[in-house]
């Protein structure tokens, strides 16, 4: 097998959600991190599990070499810890630095909110607008891997209407340390009931251009993530103004 790229096919995950689909060519330690990477947002690789290097690069059918370059890219991210002479281990974040970043997330999220009120075209909003109506399509029939997958692409598109290259980084940086967190949050039936009505009273306060109805919506959603720690209680610059009605209550 060529260990710089290759066409990569991924066996099943353990819940079926990574599949066997073909990936088109990348650098081969990308698509293996891409694998490991499912596999620890979507709770398969515990925190604080040790990663089973072998294993892995039995399933994929690829040498220790690559697999262990896509570990290198997973450490950047700060979703793996290596340690010299003991292999990589998923990191386990407590409750105070998961509490930390959420609240830089939410900052970036509203701020991208704020800026692609004035800035997002209307392909734009077309394509916020798609992830909702998936997201509604799915919360419908209970696909919850389905709806997990369009509300990603909804927030994303949101900032991403912002476009602004930097913000984006960071949002994305930051979301994907965050994703395990807010995809245990939609396996829990109370919260994702709570969270699949918001959509389209964020849609809907975009496609007005109303940034601070925007912003404060967007904070107010994040309280799912924030309630998966324990309670509803981000720092006070983080809730918004005071005068504006509560998701729902508009």
Avoid at 227 to 240: D, H
Wanted: aromatic share 6%.
């Amino acid at each position: 097998m060529d260990e710089t790229s290759s066409d990569l096919r991924f066996p099943s995950s353990r819940n079926g959600e990574a599949g066997a689909h073909g990936v088109a060519p990348r650098p081969l330690p990308q698509q293996v991190a891409e694998y490991v990477r499912d596999l620890i947002i979507h709770d398969h690789l515990k925190p604080g599990e040790r990663i089973r290097e072998r294993r892995i690069a039995e399933e994929l059918n690829v040498s220790r070499t690559p697999l262990r370059d896509a570990l290198k890219i997973l450490a950047m991210e700060r979703l793996v810890d290596l340690t010299p002479n003991k292999g990589a281990v998923v990191v386990h974040s407590t409750d105070a630095e998961i509490a930390e970043m959420l609240a830089v997330y939410s900052e970036l999220e509203a701020l991208g909110g704020r800026i692609a009120c004035g800035a997002a075209t209307e392909a734009d909003l077309l394509r916020v607008a798609h992830y909702d109506k998936v997201m509604a399509r799915a919360f419908a029939e209970e696909d919850r891997a389905a709806y997990f997958a369009a509300n990603q692409g909804f927030h994303l598109a949101i900032v991403a209407a912002s476009h602004n290259s930097t913000l984006m980084e960071m949002h994305s940086h930051l979301n994907i340390r965050l994703y395990r967190i807010r995809y245990l949050a939609v396996m829990s039936t109370q919260e994702w009931t709570a969270a699949a009505g918001e959509h389209s009273e964020l849609l809907n306060a975009l496609k007005a251009r109303d940034a601070d109805r925007l912003t404060y919506l967007q904070r107010e959603h994040l309280g799912f993530a924030w309630r998966l720690l324990g309670a509803w209680n981000p720092p006070m610059t983080l809730r918004g103004p005071t005068n504006l009605p509560r998701p729902g209550k508009a």
